[in-house]
């Protein structure tokens, strides 16, 4: 990681994380579980933002981070994204993780812990495992209570909707 990256302050990731938990919220309206992703290139904008789309693709690739990468490999010619980073809602899965590690992410700037599936530090530590030839920098818990309330919320709704009872909020 270079050093400017590192002299970001915490507002800063704090205003990235906000536009992905603004792609999470739209997701979230269309029914997606509402994860979000920007990607920040070397020229510190944004490169890639996506959204969850995995139902409305009906892909189980489809999560926000697979879509931010192939989008910013897209933008930038090349798959190798060590000078970008990676800003998601939510801790990414084993598929994510690797995708990650695959594009020689820089840094990843993640919300909430997931307790079920998370691959960078809560399960599982992927990037600091005997599989990953390539050290990604990871700071975890930036807007965490925002982005887990986010889902928690999803979560209540669509549960009490499957139960045919109306979202209390
Ligand atoms: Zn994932």
Redesign the pocket.
Known sequence: MDGDRLKLTYDQHCDRMKQAIALASIAGARGEVP?GAVIVGPQGDCIAAAGNRRERRKDP?A????IALRIAARRLRRWKLQDCTLYVT?E??????G?IIQARMGLVVYGADDPK?G?MRTVLNLPDSAASFHRVAVLGGILEVDCRQQLQAWFAKHRALSRGMPPCC
Do not use: G, N, R
């Open positions: 994860v690739t999560h926000a981070e697979m939510l990414p899965c084993p598929m994510c993780a995708a599936t691959a």
